[in-house]
């Protein structure tokens, strides 16, 4: 049963809503550029990782967003191999900062307790082999680990790979680092710092602290964002919504009737103000990340299409919103050939947005060592001259 919704504190406006969620996601205010990749990660919370890799990869994607056109070199050094971060599952296959590794805790031991890793099961001996391996070797891939196969279909993994996956949702090993993208498996007794390897949270304490994490990189939230940032479900958001920080307000323009929603005290305390980024968002972004949220916030209905068949696609195989004044005003699907960004099929919500257009198409292009943009499907034909000159500016 849902909890009883207490009475809101104030109502919000949709479009200061929008600025708040803006704030809370670093894309509204200058940037904090000495913090830099770790504390955008931090702020987040959660970085979705995806295999895809167009203009680059998708965690990449997310501090470029908020930081503009950093080395992507420092991203990755930001990322890998200083175990100041992991892996696990969060929205989904998400990087993490370490600092949050006793708050997953209740997910570690749900998996534990479940004794297999979703429908895989191996022998004890299999998963005993694979520890004993890593606290005599360190460090190891799953090719170190003699467990990789030519195929990563599920169905086919070896006893050891599904044992070293095991071994990660239970906790016993950790990923802090890629090499050529593949996880680079460590003992967590070794890797994780000592004073989070040994803090035992309740598992109302982990829903506690994730709720109260999300609500703030979201800034405000229905329920139904705070379950879907970290993949709680309601038995576990509902108990804790009373006591995790956030505050309860209503947002007027989120639907016929204003809709109840969580804050956080923070966001609430100055009204949201600053300069908006102009950027390309990886569809994998959390601030775009649950179409419902989007759509909600936004207007905006987005979905990822890599995976529907080319002729039924619609924007493009990995369109890319376009954030512009704090609003989402267009799509380009992007590639890449040689040195030259191509923007295979752009959307835009009129000429207006022509220079922001521009403007985030030449700001990529430079991040990833192109010299050079081509345009080549316009949903409006008529705006090709102005676009094409104001690129050639």
Not at 70 to 82: L, Q
Not at 257 to 269: M, R
């Amino acid at each position: 049963m849902t909890a009883a919704l207490p009475t809101p504190i104030t109502t919000l406006g949709a479009d200061e809503a929008r600025r708040i969620a803006l704030r809370a996601q670093g894309l509204l205010g200058a940037p904090d550029r000495r913090a830099g990749v770790r504390g955008v990660l931090r702020r987040l919370g959660a970085v979705q990782l995806d295999t895809i890799s167009v203009l680059a990869r998708s965690h990449e994607l997310v501090p470029y967003a908020r930081l503009g056109a950093i080395g992507r070199p420092a991203v990755e050094h930001a990322y890998w191999g200083s175990e100041t971060t992991f892996e696990y599952w969060s929205h989904a296959a998400c990087l993490l900062p370490v600092e949050e590794w006793p708050l997953f805790a209740f997910r570690r031991r749900a998996y534990r307790d479940r004794g297999r890793l979703w429908s895989h099961q191996v022998s004890p001996e299999a998963y005993r082999a694979v520890l004993d391996r890593l606290r005599a070797e360190g460090p190891l891939t799953s090719t170190g680990l003699g467990g990789a196969k030519r195929t990563a279909e599920w169905w086919d993994w070896s006893d050891t790979k599904i044992a070293v996956e095991r071994a990660l949702a239970f906790g016993d090993v950790v990923c802090t680092e890629r090499r050529g993208w593949k996880r680079v498996y460590e003992l967590a007794e070794q890797a994780v710092p000592a004073e989070l390897y040994q803090q035992e949270l309740t598992d109302r304490e982990c829903l506690e602290r994730l709720v109260r994490q999300a609500g703030q990189a979201l800034g405000v939230a229905t329920r139904a964002d705070l379950m879907d940032y970290h993949r709680l479900r309601a038995d576990q958001v509902d108990p804790v919504l009373a006591d995790c920080g956030l505050l309860p307000v209503a947002v007027a323009g989120w639907g016929p009737e204003p809709v109840a929603a969580w804050a956080d005290p923070a966001a609430l305390a100055s009204e949201p103000r600053g300069r908006h980024r102009t950027t390309l968002l990886s569809p994998f972004d959390s601030l775009i990340w649950d179409r419902a949220r989007t759509e909600r916030i936004f207007g905006m209905s987005h979905r990822l299409e890599a995976y529907t068949p080319r002729h039924k696609r619609v924007h493009g195989y990995f369109a890319m919103p376009l954030l512009a004044g704090g609003r989402l005003v267009g799509r380009v699907d992007p590639a890449r050939e040689g040195r030259t960004l191509v923007a295979r099929q752009v959307s835009l919500a009129g000429s207006r947005q022509l220079p922001a257009l521009a403007q985030a198409l030449r700001e990529a292009a430079g991040w990833v060592g192109c010299d050079a943009v081509r345009v080549e499907a316009l949903d409006d034909p008529a705006l090709r001259p102005a676009l094409e000159k104001l690129l050639a500016d």
